[in-house]
């Protein structure tokens, strides 16, 4: 079993900055794409941003040029760094991971718990 874990949210004023982690453990054999998604109330679950084990890097429309994703392969973590943040980016941040077992046939995706970030004055 593979274990996710976020960290880094909190409050923060329109204009600020934050940097969320996501580190997955436990049983892992190989973590192919990680990625952040975040979701409010009521609302489905979007994608923010996505980094493949080789570093190919895709965001939404919505953050291009203020969010930064990026990833420490030996640590199997990865980071979302977050600039002149707006309240619309205010949800709760879910970092997924897509991971090859050494027996499965293709990518398992894992959750974590969530890390709740608010933009407001």
């Known amino acids: 079993q593979v274990q996710v874990a976020e960290s880094g949210g909190g409050l923060v004023q329109p204009g600020g900055s934050l940097r969320l982690s996501c580190a997955a453990s436990?049983?892992?054999?190989?973590?192919?794409?990680m990625a952040w998604y975040r979701q409010t109330p009521g609302k489905q679950r979007d994608l923010v941003a996505s980094i493949t084990r080789g570093s190919v890097k895709k965001y939404s429309d919505s953050v291009k040029g203020r969010f930064t994703i990026s990833r420490d392969n030996a640590k199997n973590t990865i980071y979302l760094q977050m600039d002149d943040l707006k309240p619309e980016d205010t949800a709760v941040y879910y970092c997924?991971?897509?991971?090859?077992?050494?027996?499965?046939?293709?990518?398992?995706?894992?959750w974590g718990q969530g890390t709740q970030v608010t933009v407001s004055s």
């Open positions: 997924n991971v897509q991971h090859l077992g050494r027996y499965t046939p293709g990518d398992v995706p894992f």
């Open positions: 436990g049983n892992i054999f190989i973590v192919n794409t």
